[in-house]
């Protein structure tokens, strides 16, 4: 079950095979943000059959796109405690 905060694995289009953070959800689609190429001011539109889910959720009230970036880094690393 998808939720907003819940960090995600892109499986189809540009983004595949990447970790963005759900920042917003609708009864259609979920909006996609990795802090670089989609800004969590500007989140990319994506299916949520596009997306699977991860069982790490983290707040996006008050987050930056640096600091979200700096966080998707970290767990691509494999440091999933961040």
Do not use: C
């Amino acid at each position: 079950m998808l939720q907003v905060g819940m960090v995600v694995s892109v499986t189809a289009g540009k983004e595949q095979n990447d970790f963005s953070l759900i920042v917003r959800m609708d009864e259609k689609y979920v909006w996609l943000a990795d802090g670089r190429h989609r800004t969590l001011q500007n989140p990319k539109r994506k299916n949520p059959k596009h997306v699977r889910p991860t069982q790490t959720i983290w707040n996006p009230d008050g987050m930056t796109d640096s600091s979200l970036r700096k966080k998707l880094r970290l767990f691509k690393e494999g440091n999933k405690f961040v």
